[in-house]
């Protein structure tokens, strides 16, 4: 099956510039979702990108996808106070369309 | 993208007791998905369900421990069965109504078994 991993914890300073990375294992990888999860909250999607395509940008969202080295990003430009969360990379990649998930890495916005 | 309605939002639940929840969907959609996330983890599929037939389990997650329904295309319910504190999680279900959106999460529910 899908192996995701993504770094656990990220410290940024409101104003700059976040990068979460997420790694996978199957080639066959069709479709990569950003999650992200505030604290008692449920999932929201934030954004995807298809397989066939190497970035994808969405206001202050970056989605990179390096299909090579099974490596995606979500680069989250001017970071706020408001982005302090868990964010999850997810990765549908058999036929069912069931959804493999990373561990999550929560990140923590400073003033 | 589809609209989901899970409760209860959270509950206690004394060991070896069993709870319902459920989960309803704004429009009729082919497979549901519950999932587990245990503190401080992330998601982990416990099944699929799909109307008409038996639910189908991953590794790991049993019918007699976690029976599911689905009576129709808009609802389903996943019993947590003879709880212990191990239990203790988030459990949430989904729906996939199109690549282009994602699958849409419930709320979750947030189980604690004392």
């Known amino acids: 099956g899908e192996d995701v991993e993504q770094s656990l914890f990220l410290s940024v300073r409101e104003g700059d510039s976040s990068v979460i990375n997420c790694t996978y294992t199957?080639?066959?990888?069709?479709?990569l979702y950003w999650y992200k999860q505030e604290p008692g909250a449920g999932l929201q999607l934030l954004t995807y990108i298809f397989s066939n395509m190497d970035m994808k940008q969405d206001q202050r969202l970056t989605v990179l996808l390096n299909k090579k080295d099974k490596h995606l990003s979500l680069r989250i430009a001017d970071t706020q106070t408001g982005d302090s969360a868990i964010y999850f990379c997810?990765?549908?990649?058999?036929?069912?369309?069931?959804?493999?998930f990373g561990a999550g890495t929560q990140v923590v916005v400073t003033p | 993208s589809a609209v989901i309605s899970q409760k209860p939002s959270r509950d206690i639940c004394q060991r070896g007791t069993s709870l319902t929840i459920q989960c309803q969907v704004d429009s009729q959609v082919t497979m549901m998905f519950w999932y587990r996330q245990q503190p401080g983890q992330s998601l982990t599929l416990i099944a699929t369900?799909?109307?008409?037939?038996?639910?189908?389990?991953e590794s790991g997650f049993v019918i007699d421990k976690f029976p599911i329904s689905r009576p129709n295309l808009t609802f389903s319910t996943l019993t947590v069965s003879n709880m212990s504190p191990e239990d203790s999680s988030i459990y949430l279900c989904?729906?996939?109504?199109?690549?282009?959106?994602?699958?849409?999460f419930g709320s979750g529910t947030r189980l604690t078994v004392v």
């Open positions: 997810a990765i549908i990649s058999d036929s069912w369309g069931k959804l493999q």
């Open positions: 989904s729906v996939l109504t199109g690549f282009n959106y994602g699958y849409t």
């Open positions: 199957d080639s066959s990888s069709t479709y």
């Open positions: 369900a799909n109307q008409g037939s038996e639910a189908t389990y």
